[in-house]
């Protein structure tokens, strides 16, 4: 067996973390970068010599000509969004081609998967996900159902014959909610325009390098390159341990590394755990450290925090330790990277939840119910630093009240800052002992 291992970078809080960023940061070091869960609900952004790049499958280490990326078997693919990426990056002098791997094992995201989507948040009324509606949940429930279709069953002479199977049987399951299909659309097109341009994506991802990465992926291990897998999402929208049901359909923890990319346990080397200073969540669901007021808007307004994917306002709040930790712990964290510390630079006082008060007791767990209303965050208040640190690259020249802040955060979850990310461009990242 190697000793040599796959890192794995992920998110700790409710998506968005800078993911993206960080991964393209760290690319130099490592060999082969591979997205192991999620699909086009991803949006990693990577900036760098003032260019601006939104991922939505495609690996965020796509940029580095000499790395391999890899979509794994864990992974959605929707071709004709995968072809917009492929065209965006071309534009922008990139070729991706050379340097992408995709798993024949991956599912397929269908047109009708994105209306069943869309059929079943209305379902849901006010209880709805806040899905992005990019046919997520329907394309792993086919997957888990055994009825999926797997991107190498496009070669398969029987594809076009599944394909009008799982259509029908998704048109029926949109018609069972009480909904005709043409209520809904697919990227603002009928499912009939949408699908003439899905069919020409497919013949166009058909001359891509399509294999059995498991294979791919060991034996690169066995000859010592370095791998670092991407996570999407993150684990408070962990189909097990996320704030279900208001979560995603995937594993996003560590976990779903060794099942989304075929490799043991053992393998398995640091954990790259990704926080923001502060929190976010976009679509619905308990977020216990919430802000409503101008605070809240603030870490809006100086965050950028609308959506990738949607354009949708994300919803902002102080971070909270308490869902942190529990992080950490399922995903085994052995590092954490500390993003957008510049958001907070103008705060006079910055604010750590440590625990929750429910019905008159401090809890400092996650409760079965993650019910917001019921919760009230317990706060310890940090003087803030009022100075703008974005083009400090020391570590040691931080302010000292950030410093303050930041020990802090190791303290409480027992994990060392190993990055602090000080704005959006690769170069303002700093990197510590690693
Ligand atoms: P991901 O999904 O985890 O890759 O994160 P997103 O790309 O969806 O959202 C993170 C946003 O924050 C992007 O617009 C990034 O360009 C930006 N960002 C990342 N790191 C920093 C940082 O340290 N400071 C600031 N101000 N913005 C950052
Ligand atoms: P990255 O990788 C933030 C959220 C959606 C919704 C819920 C379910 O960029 O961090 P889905 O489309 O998966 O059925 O939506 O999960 N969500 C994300 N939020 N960042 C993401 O990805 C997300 N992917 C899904 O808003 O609440
Ligand atoms: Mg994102």
Redesign the pocket.
């Known amino acids: 067996m190697t000793e040599n291992k796959v890192d794995i970078l992920l998110?700790l809080q409710w998506?968005?973390?800078?993911?993206?960023?960080v991964?393209d940061f760290l690319s130099e070091n490592y060999d082969i970068i591979a997205r192991f869960n999620g699909g086009p609900n991803?949006?990693?952004?990577?900036?760098f010599n003032g260019m601006?790049h939104?991922l939505h499958i495609i690996p965020?280490g796509i940029c580095h000509k000499d790395k391999k990326n890899v979509i794994g078997n864990g992974v959605l693919v929707e071709p004709c969004i995968f072809m917009e990426e492929i065209a965006s990056l071309q534009e922008k002098g990139f070729t991706p081609k050379n340097n992408l791997v995709i798993s024949n094992k991956a599912h397929l995201i269908l047109p009708t998967h994105r209306l069943l989507d869309a059929a079943n948040e209305k379902s849901k009324g006010d209880r709805k996900i806040g899905s992005t509606l990019k046919g997520i949940g329907p394309a792993y429930t086919d997957k888990i159902a055994r009825v999926g279709i797997r991107v190498g069953d496009i070669f398969e002479k029987d594809f076009k014959e599944r394909y009008e199977n799982s259509k029908a049987l998704h048109l029926n399951q949109i018609k069972a909610l009480g909904f005709a299909a043409d209520e809904f659309k697919v990227a603002d097109k009928t499912l009939g325009d949408y699908e003439q341009l899905w069919f020409a994506a497919l013949e166009e991802l058909k001359t891509f390098n399509i294999t059995n990465t498991e294979y791919f992926i060991n034996s690169e291990l066995q000859k010592g390159k370095k791998i670092l897998a991407e996570g999407?999402q993150?684990t408070m929208l962990d189909i097990d341990f996320g704030s279900y049901p208001f979560v995603t359909s995937s594993t996003t923890t560590s976990a779903g590394v060794c099942s989304g990319l075929g490799i043991a346990p053992t393998c398995i080397g640091r954990i790259f755990g990704?926080t923001k200073a502060y929190c976010t969540r976009v679509g619905s669901g308990p977020f216990p450290t919430e802000l409503f007021d101008a605070t809240g808007e603030q870490l809006c307004s100086?965050?950028?925090e609308f959506?990738?994917?949607t354009g949708r306002k994300r919803r902002t709040g102080w971070l909270d330790l308490v869902a942190l930790k529990y992080a950490c712990m399922i995903n085994g964290v052995t590092d954490l990277m500390l993003?957008?510390?510049?958001?907070m630079d103008n705060f006079p006082v910055v604010k750590l939840c440590e625990k929750y008060s429910l019905d008159g007791t401090q809890i400092d767990y996650i409760p079965y119910n993650l019910d917001a209303e019921k919760m009230q965050p317990v706060y310890t208040e940090y003087p803030g630093w009022q100075t703008s640190v974005?083009k400090i690259k020391d570590f040691d020249k931080l302010p000292a009240e950030m410093k303050t802040y930041i020990q802090a955060i190791e303290e409480k979850t027992g994990i060392r800052v190993s990055l602090v990310?000080?704005?959006?461009d690769r170069d303002?990242?700093i990197f510590r002992n690693l």
């Open positions: 998110g998506g968005d973390e800078g993911k993206g960023k991964v991803a949006g990693h952004t990577l900036e601006k939104a965020s999407a993150a990704t100086q965050g950028h959506g990738v994917t993003m957008k510390i510049d958001v974005s990310s000080v704005s959006p303002d990242t």
